[in-house]
């Protein structure tokens, strides 16, 4: 059984017992979440596809923690013309693990 589920402008595809990374959200670590915006469900009884999002769908997770990502380095540059520029980023995230999928 597996669910796509929409958070923080992108779309995971998720499994029970699962750990990912998303966006960062506001939850204490230990905290359970629910996601209401499920766009399919696949089960044994077959395969559920929302219209934009299933009826009842609904997937529960657990908080484990909050982090940063690796640093991405960007550079800016422009040949012959003296001009360099470097920044870098890092992305903030939760990591949370799929405890349920129901609908």
Do not use: C
Not at 45 to 68: L, N, W, Y
Not at 80 to 100: D, F, P, V
């Amino acid at each position: 059984m597996y669910a796509v589920i929409q958070t923080g402008g992108k779309q995971y595809r998720v499994k029970e017992g699962e750990t990912l990374k998303i966006e960062t959200l506001d939850a204490e670590p230990g905290h359970q979440i629910e996601f209401d915006n499920v766009l399919l469900i696949q089960s044994d009884a077959g395969i559920k596809v929302g219209k934009p999002f299933v009826d009842g769908g609904k997937v529960t997770a657990t908080v484990t923690s909050h982090g940063r990502h690796k640093k991405v380095h960007i550079i800016k540059f422009r040949r012959r013309k003296h001009y360099m520029k470097r920044a870098g980023h890092r992305q903030n995230y939760t990591e949370i693990q799929i405890t349920g999928i129901s609908g």
